[in-house]
């Protein structure tokens, strides 16, 4: 099973999103996480441009990056730059050859946030690949933010979309291979590639950011996760700073984890100590977090990067004033 075998499925009952975030005050130097060794990154003078990017999805980091260089808007690099992965057939988690939900439907959410505070998602649609840039025409063609399922789907072609089918030969034969036991319990584990969010600080410094995925694996029908949801898989406020999660998408929308950072950002502390400040929020409920994976990454208006990540594994590729490199997250779970 070619997917991301890092995440575990619990009993999925009910996942909400929380409102009320109560410790969003909490300093830097109180985090609980401090124990642990930090060797993510942050940049000491304010670079000219920067994006980051959940995973190893150099190409489309690099892509995002090259065309910051060029004088492109956050925007219109973030949106172009996960295209890339949307269009890789070979990453399982995103666009077209993505796993498919257990009955065999490809379906994918996605969502963006403008420097502006603007926001557009869609959330369980079949037959688009570019759903990020689906997300943006939400955002920037209608008066609403969220757009669902079929809807989403017939407003996509109204706006020149093609339909195309997302189940790929691979991905059909992995999900046939796959019923036969229909197991929906994977083991930790870390693939190169997954879930791609987003963040890009342009050259006139502003932040936007994006986040695009087909959610679990052999999901239930209609299972959506926290990617698409503002505030919880992502959230940009410009005078801030902006965060992206991926992983349990259940435990991101219970702690409103995005939010959750860019508060935290607001309030004083760096990226990496928000970011290890909200896993804390998850691991701190109880033992389950051993069995699976949430990482966070983030960036301020300083143009200063963060991440972590429950488990060992996850990365952050980031390209900064033509350079791309491919960051080892520090992780919460050290036994
Ligand atoms: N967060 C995504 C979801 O729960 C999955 C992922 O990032 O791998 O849908």
């Not at 990056?65 to 399982?92: C, F, H, P, R």
């Not at 693939?191 to 969010?197: F, K, L, P, S, V």
């Not at 995925?213 to 926290?226: A, F, Q």
């Not at 935290?264 to 100590?273: A, I, T, V, W």
Request: charged residues 25%; aromatic residues 6%; proline residues 2%.
């Amino acid at each position: 099973m070619n997917r991301r075998k890092f995440i575990q499925n619990t009993a999925i009952t009910g996942a909400g999103i929380a409102t009320g975030v109560s410790a969003i005050s909490c300093k830097e130097g109180e985090s609980k996480t401090s124990e642990t060794k930090k060797t993510t990154i942050t940049s000491i003078s304010k670079p000219n441009y920067i994006s980051i990017s959940t995973w190893n999805t150099e190409s489309a980091n690099t892509a995002s990056g090259e065309l910051l260089a060029k004088g492109k808007s956050a925007l219109d690099a973030i949106i172009d730059g996960v295209a890339v992965e949307e269009a890789n057939e070979e990453n399982t988690t995103v666009g077209i050859g993505a796993t498919p939900d257990r009955e065999g439907n490809v379906t994918l959410d996605a969502c963006v946030m403008s420097p502006d505070g603007d926001y557009g998602a869609v959330l369980a649609v079949e037959n688009i690949v570019h759903v990020a840039a689906l997300a943006r025409k939400v955002m920037e063609e209608t008066p609403h933010v969220i757009m669902a399922s079929k809807g989403a789907e017939e407003f996509a072609y109204s706006q020149g979309f093609k339909k195309e089918k997302l189940l790929t030969p691979a991905s059909e034969k992995a999900w046939k291979e796959w019923l036969k036991t229909s197991n929906y319990q994977p083991a930790i584990n870390v693939e190169n590639h997954d879930t791609i969010g987003m963040l890009a600080m342009d050259t006139s410094g502003e932040i936007a950011g994006v986040c695009t995925t087909s959610g679990l694996g052999y999901k239930m029908k209609g299972r959506v996760g926290d990617s698409p949801i503002i505030g919880a898989g992502l959230f940009v406020d410009d005078e801030v700073g902006a965060a992206v999660a991926t992983g349990m998408g259940e435990e991101v929308l219970k702690t409103v984890g995005s939010f959750l950072v860019v508060e935290l950002m607001r309030n004083g502390m760096s990226p990496q100590k928000a970011c290890e400040e909200a896993i804390h929020r998850i691991v701190k409920k109880g033992d389950r977090y051993k069995d699976f994976q949430v990482a966070y990454i983030a960036m301020n208006k300083k143009g200063e990067t963060g991440s972590y990540a429950i488990h060992e594994g996850f990365t952050m590729m980031k390209y900064q004033d033509g350079k791309s490199e491919n960051i080892n997250s520090d992780y919460f779970n050290k036994a």
